[in-house]
């Protein structure tokens, strides 16, 4: 059993910053492509950044310039730096790995807030 143990999630102002982290076990995070996706009530989940094991990255246009994503391969950690953060960017975040099979982590609740 693939597990991807998430953290970092919580409660900020808008504006403010949040860190997330998706640990992996090595045989997973030294070949997939790691993604972060959100999941806000009553909508879709939506990928929010993802990047390769050769450390291609992509993002939705929504958090271009906001959050960054980027991976520590000797901590086999994935990591998505949220600044700017708006109301909009509430959600449950997810880390998935996708490669030859795709595996999801528990999710970590984000909310944006005054």
């Known amino acids: 059993q693939v597990q991807l143990v998430e953290s970092g999630g919580g409660l900020v102002q808008p504006g403010g910053s949040l860190r997330l982290s998706c640990a992996a076990p090595?045989?997973?995070?030294?070949?997939?492509?790691m993604g972060w996706y959100r999941q806000a009530p009553g909508k879709q989940r939506e990928l929010v950044a993802r990047?390769?094991?050769?450390?291609?990255?992509n993002y939705a246009d929504s958090v271009k310039g906001r959050f960054t994503i980027f991976r520590d391969n000797a901590k086999l950690t994935v990591y998505l730096q949220m600044n700017s953060l708006k109301p909009e960017d509430t959600a449950v975040y997810y880390c998935?790995?996708?490669?030859?099979?795709?595996?999801w982590g528990q999710g970590t609740q984000v909310a944006v807030s005054s």
């Open positions: 998935r790995a996708s490669a030859a099979y795709v595996y």
């Open positions: 990047i390769t094991s050769g450390g291609t990255t």
């Open positions: 090595e045989s997973i995070f030294s070949i997939y492509t």
